[in-house]
């Protein structure tokens, strides 16, 4: 019975946290989106748009293209367009994206996602091996953004030796720079905004356009070249995985590392890596990284039995489709429809998936192993405030 209890208090432990990283960032609009969610799962909101809570409703129009755009007047596609080029596959839709995506179907293959992410894991494991010898801590939301900067290295293409070579946490704050620049409820940039993410693309571009002309197959712009895309194009998907890889991942990892500590799963987990994967794929729905996708009604149609009118702006509410479902627990299996929504469904499906998996990978398996050895706890966080995107502004591991 004191088990039961103790493992049912965990528990509320980790879900308390992750309402608080919820709350951090959208203090109002969070648990308003969750009230209305509850209330039905397609909702015309007078002023705002028709917003659409149920998995299998969100799904649907995700893959109706013919339907909802991405790249309408209200939907987040188009709003980099004066940042990044027209050809940054999120401001991209029908015929035009559909070919760009099958020219890239090849481009993570399991050989070119560990060139990319390796190296910069041997830096993230130097640093968290470092941090618990000298001062027996580590701040995990820094040593994440410093592996999301090594890897926006790799996809820049930037030689380890290249003088003046911007380090790696120098390279996140860059790309953190360029993304953060969107806020709820705006639907355009600023003159001033546009200004500031192009010159942040400036600096991004002097190494991605020399190993472009260079044509390295071995450098990711030289991949993309040799995958038929025109210079222009290798700039505006490295721009688009600079400002989309990077804010998603530096939420997630950490909330994953809070839930599985908090719920007392890592002694289980660091003896036994094979339901590794089911605590992962649960911490993402748990969390959802990116809580809110917006669409563009271009004909008139109807959402589960609600009638659309062209026009309308629609919120896929992701948060509660996934949320709704359940509290934190990897034994149970994902509904259907609800599988892998995080990442998206249909064309605009994240790219970036087998990056982002490898990137998760990499460190949960680091610590872990680090956990065997000497376990560490929770000893110190920070929930971020006013961000789009929810998440740790610190999250302080220490040995016990
Ligand atoms: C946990 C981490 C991540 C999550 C939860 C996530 C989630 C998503 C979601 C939901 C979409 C679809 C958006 C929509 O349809 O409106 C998306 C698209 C995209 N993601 Fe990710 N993402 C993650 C990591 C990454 C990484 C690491 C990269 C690349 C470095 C990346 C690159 C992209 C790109 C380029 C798109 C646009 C694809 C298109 O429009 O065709 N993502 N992501």
């Known amino acids: 019975m004191t088990a039961v209890l103790a493992v049912g208090s965990r528990q509320n432990t980790a879900e308390r946290w992750e309402r608080r990283v919820h709350l951090g960032a959208h203090p109002v609009l969070y648990p308003v989106i969750r009230g209305l969610g509850g209330l039905r799962p397609v909702l015309r909101l007078p002023g705002v748009g028709v917003l659409v809570s149920e998995a299998g409703l969100v799904r649907e129009v995700l893959m109706n293209q013919e339907l ?23 401001n991209m839709d029908g015929e035009e994206h559909r070919l ?24 993230l494991k130097n640093r968290v091996h470092a941090g618990f010898e000298a001062h027996g801590r580590v701040d995990l939301v820094d040593c994440v953004k410093e592996l999301a900067g090594g890897v926006i290295s790799r996809l820049l293409g930037v030689p380890e030796d290249a003088p003046g070579r911007l380090a790696d946490r120098e390279l996140f704050d860059l790309g953190s720079s360029i993304s953060s620049l969107v806020r709820l409820g ?21 190494p991605v356009r020399t190993a472009y002309r260079e044509s390295d197959p071995d450098t990711f712009p030289g991949r993309l070249r040799e995958l038929g895309m025109s210079e222009d194009e290798a700039m ?50 748990f969390t959802v990284p990116s809580p809110m996708m917006l669409r563009d009604a271009v004909a008139d149609g109807a959402i589960g039995g609600t009638k659309v009118r062209a026009g309308d702006r629609i919120l896929l509410s992701t948060i509660h ?8 627990d990897p034994s149970q299996a994902t509904p259907q429809q609800a599988r892998q929504l995080w990442f998206g469904a ?55």
């Open 321 to 328: 489709a996934a949320k709704s479902l359940g509290g934190f």
């Open 346 to 400: 249909g064309p605009h499906f994240c790219i970036g998936m087998p990056l982002a998996m490898a990137e998760i990978n990499t460190t949960l398996d680091l610590l872990l192993d680090l956990y065997a050895q000497r376990p560490w706890h929770i000893a110190g966080r920070h929930v971020s405030r006013g961000v789009l995107i929810p998440g740790y502004r610190k999250l302080e591991l220490a040995n016990a």
């Open 186 to 206: 705006r639907p355009t940039l600023t003159e001033r905004q546009v200004a500031k993410g192009k010159s942040a693309v400036a600096i991004l571009a002097g």
């Open 236 to 285: 505006g998907i490295i721009s688009a995985f600079v400002m989309v890889g990077t804010e998603t991942l530096v939420s997630f990892v950490p909330r994953l590392v809070a839930l599985l500590a908090d719920s007392g799963r890592l002694s289980e987990l660091a003896g036994d890596r094979s339901a590794v994967p089911a605590a992962v794929n649960e911490a993402l729905r």
């Open 100 to 123: 760009l995506r099958r020219r890239l179907g090849d481009l993570f293959t399991p050989r070119s996602v560990e060139g990319i992410v390796e190296p910069a894991a041997v830096v």
């Open 68 to 90: 909802f755009v991405k790249n309408g007047p209200s939907g987040s596609g188009a709003l980099w367009t004066p940042v990044v080029g027209r050809k940054a596959l999120v």
